[in-house]
Each structure stands twice: as structure tokens, then as C-alpha cells.
């Protein structure tokens, strides 16, 4: 079976070295996205999150079934921006 482990199969993106800077090729990748509005601690943030994995988990048994993969998921990752700076420290 084959592993659909981006974070394994891709270490240079989500493993880079910490003691300095790096510059990686990101190869073109499909994504499931959300966007909305507020923090990271707000209600619409915690619903969207349990919306990605509503879509994501049943990808699961079906990469198993139809195309040999084993699939996890990877890491969330979030953009946040604000006009101002201050909106980012309490």
C-alpha cells in the first residue's frame, strides 16, 4: 500500500532546519480550504475545523479502497492578517 503522507514524503516542507533559513520548491498541491473572519479562539474557527475533518475522514477509507493509499491528513495550517498590528497582541 502506498503512503499519502505529505509531511513524510515532503520533509523539507514541513521539517525544515531550524538553524537557518532554507528555500524549498513547493510543488503544485491540491488543498480543502476555508475562509472566514476572526481569531483562531472564535466559534467560526472551531466549526470550521470540525468541517475539514467532516470532509476530510471519509477520504480516508476510500483512498484505502479504491487507490491502495494509505492518507493522512496533514498539519492545518492558518493565515491570519489584520490592517493594524495591534489586533494581534492583547
Given at each position: 500500500m502506498k503512503d499519502a503522507d505529505l509531511r513524510a514524503r515532503l520533509t523539507e516542507l514541513y521539517l525544515p532546519p531550524v538553524t537557518d533559513f532554507v528555500l524549498v520548491d513547493v510543488p503544485e498541491m491540491r488543498f480543502v480550504m476555508v475562509d472566514g473572519r476572526g481569531g483562531p479562539d472564535s466559534p467560526a474557527f472551531a466549526d470550521a475545523i470540525k468541517w475539514l475533518?467532516?470532509?476530510i475522514d471519509p477520504m480516508k477509507?476510500?483512498?484505502r479502497k479504491q487507490m491502495g493509499k494509505h492518507f493522512?491528513?496533514?498539519p492545518l495550517e492558518g493565515l491570519?492578517?489584520?490592517?493594524d498590528i495591534q489586533d494581534f497582541i492583547h
Open positions: 475533518y467532516a470532509v477509507p476510500f483512498a493522512v491528513e496533514p491570519w492578517w489584520a490592517d
